[in-house]
């Protein structure tokens, strides 16, 4: 893949990316297609390397923890919460961020 193409791909990827109540996400993890990615991780960046198939950098986040099958308490603790959540799909994966409230100074 070119140069080019990657930047094409990357800006698809956060065109598609869009905040969202996890309630209207429920259908993806009882199906278990919903993946948790890490507030330290470029959503937009994840999705890239998922859908480029690098094995070896994905099999480093799902080692460190930085992505992960989201736990059916996070789940619960989510919709009781009624969390909004980043979120963008990689066929056949919903990848979840929570939001990063940044404060400005």
Same mark, same amino acid.
Do not use: Y
């Given at each position: 893949?070119? $140069?080019? #193409?990657e930047? /094409? ?8 990316? $869009?905040? /969202?109540? @996890?309630?209207?996400?429920?259908? &993806? ?13 470029d959503?937009? *960046?994840?999705? &890239? ?11 480093? +986040? ?6 992960? %099958? /989201?736990?059916? *308490? #996070?789940?619960?603790a +989510?919709?009781?919460?009624d969390?909004? !959540? +980043?979120?963008?799909? !990689?066929?056949? @994966?919903?990848?979840?961020?929570? /939001? %990063? *409230?940044?404060?400005l100074?």
């Amino acid at each position: 893949m070119s $140069s080019e #193409q990657e930047t /094409i791909l990357r800006a698809k990827f956060n065109m598609e990316t $869009s905040r /969202i109540h @996890w309630k209207e996400l429920q259908r &993806f993890f009882a199906s278990g297609v919903a993946v948790v990615v890490s507030p330290k991780l470029d959503l937009v *960046e994840v999705a &890239f390397q998922m859908h480029s198939d690098n094995k070896a950098q994905i099999e480093a +986040w799902l080692v460190s923890g930085e992505l992960a %099958k /989201i736990s059916d *308490e #996070q789940a619960a603790a +989510w919709l009781s919460a009624d969390m909004e !959540v +980043w979120a963008v799909v !990689v066929s056949p @994966w919903v990848l979840i961020q929570e /939001i %990063k *409230e940044t404060t400005l100074h």
